[in-house]
């Protein structure tokens, strides 16, 4: 089955930093991969999602970006937090054309606090 | 477009109990559905799933939901609740079966009391 590394599990940053988060999936390849925010009280929202290498989709205008230098490699970015960037980011994978036969797979998250 | 709503933010039942979390969606079509449990500080886990069929599904850790049609709602229940499904919950629903995209409610905090 596919397991998803994300890594920092925290991370603190300062308004105007950069940021780069790295998802990694094992145990599948060509998944589709995504970024969802988990901002408090707010659910889940769809960042980012990509089909295959180098093909991203926004499902929402932001400041952050993202990108897929690898099969199962998913990166998420930004040149310069904001405040409102604070949330709990968590990467997900699930088999390519599964047409959701395959359930999401999500990583642990990352818990990021723009102070 | 659709859209997940999910009523209740908080809900505290106490040990033994029976749990009903609702759940209703907006879709224009047959609409493929899920329930998904976070624990604190985790990612999410799929606990069932309808995407047609049976209406009444069961799921892991005891749990089931019923599609209503007609009532546009997919209720997550459980007969007898425990300690440890002390969780949030989220319902989703499919957005586009090519891609995988799913909307999420806002999400179900359960405390569970001794």
């Not at chain 1, 230098?69 to 604070?86: A, G």
């Not at chain 1, 088999?95 to 998250?109: A, C, E, M, Q, V």
């Not at chain 2, 047609?52 to 892991?60: A, E, H, P």
């Amino acid at each position: 089955s596919q397991t998803i590394h994300q890594w920092p599990a925290t991370l603190v940053q300062p308004v105007g930093s950069p940021l780069s988060l790295e998802c990694t999936v094992e145990g599948t390849s060509n998944p589709n991969l995504y970024w969802y925010r988990q901002a408090a009280g707010r659910g889940l929202q769809l960042l980012f999602y990509s089909v295959g290498i180098g093909q991203i989709s926004s499902e929402v205008p932001q400041n952050l970006s993202a990108s897929r230098p690898q099969d199962r490699q998913f990166i998420l970015s930004s040149k310069k937090l904001l405040l409102s960037d604070s949330g709990f980011y968590l990467c997900a994978s699930t088999r390519t054309g599964s047409s959701y036969n395959s359930p999401l797979h999500f990583g642990n998250g990352t818990r990021l606090t723009v102070t | 477009a659709q859209s997940v709503t999910q009523p209740d933010i908080h809900i505290t039942v106490s040990e033994g109990a029976s749990l009903e979390l609702r759940c209703n969606y907006s879709y224009g079509a047959t609409p493929y559905l899920f329930w998904y449990v976070q624990s604190p500080g985790q990612g999410l886990q799929l606990l069932l799933k309808y995407f047609s069929g049976d209406t009444l599904v069961q799921g892991i850790k005891g749990f089931e939901a019923e599609f209503k049609r007609s009532q546009s709602s997919f209720n997550l229940r459980k007969p007898s609740v425990h300690w440890s499904d002390a969780a949030e919950y989220f319902c989703a629903v499919g957005k586009e079966s090519n891609t995988g995209k799913l909307i999420f409610g806002q999400g179900t905090t359960l405390q569970v009391k001794p």
